[in-house]
């Protein structure tokens, strides 16, 4: 059973940094790309980026709210993704996601971790 | 950026109806868009992938078609458990974008 389990969130002051985690299980994590998406209290989805499989070349895009504060990475031998977060803003505030996509050439997101929340607030 | 926009924004329905949601993207995508569903406070589940492709698991009452940029989302047969926000998302270029969403009610 293919399973995603976020964690490291919580209150955080303004301008201080959060690194959450991903932990996978149940499918070979080094084959998929991994997601995080997050969203916003009473808000839609919002796609922070991605990190390829290693095959695919291991490279990261973001969106551009995050873009040189966020980075995301993998240790394909622990089967985590970690999302590191500096310089937050009252705005980066809400639930955060992990997410893989459905496989090799696949770009949809079929199973999602149950979120943790990220607050930041002085 | 592709934007995503959906109709209605909102739906009351009563169970056994029919519901049609839209989603209609700001160029031409093919086929890279995908359905999700979302209850409140769980994280969302895909239901269609690729406008028309069904989900493993996803019940038969849920379809999808459309191509370019006009995409449907039907829920034939309304259940009482399908009361959610239901989302579409693009994947055919960065960044990745959802729609605003739909909710559906249950009269």
Redesign the interface.
């Given at each position: 059973e293919v399973q995603l389990v976020e964690s490291g969130g919580g209150l955080v002051q303004p301008g201080r940094s959060l690194r959450l985690s991903c932990t996978a299980s149940g499918f070979t994590f080094g084959d998929y790309a991994m997601i995080w998406v997050r969203q916003a209290p009473g808000k839609g989805p919002e796609w922070v980026g991605f990190i390829r499989s290693k095959t695919d070349g291991g490279t990261t895009e973001y969106a551009a709210s995050v873009k040189g504060r966020f980075t995301i990475s993998r240790d394909d031998s622990k089967s985590i993704a970690y999302l590191q977060m500096n310089s937050l803003k009252s705005e980066d505030t809400g639930v955060y996601y992990c997410t893989r996509e459905g496989g090799v050439g696949a770009s949809h997101y079929d199973y999602w971790g149950q979120g943790t929340l990220v607050t930041v607030s002085s | 950026e592709i934007v995503l926009t959906q109709s209605p924004d909102f739906q009351s329905v009563t169970p056994k109806e029919k519901v049609t949601i839209t989603c209609r993207a700001s160029q031409s995508i093919g086929s890279?868009l995908?359905w999700?569903q979302?209850k409140p406070g769980?994280?969302?589940?895909?239901l269609v992938?690729?406008g028309s492709q069904s989900?493993s698991g996803v019940p038969s009452r849920f379809s999808g078609s459309g191509s370019g940029t006009d995409f449907t989302l039907t829920i034939n047969s309304l259940e009482a458990e399908d009361a959610a926000?239901y989302?579409c998302?693009q994947?055919y270029s960065?960044?990745?974008?959802?729609?605003?969403?739909t909710i559906v009610d249950i009269k």
């Open positions: - | 890279s995908h999700y979302q769980q994280s969302p589940k895909l992938k690729y989900f926000t989302y998302h994947s960065l960044p990745r974008t959802f729609g605003p969403g």
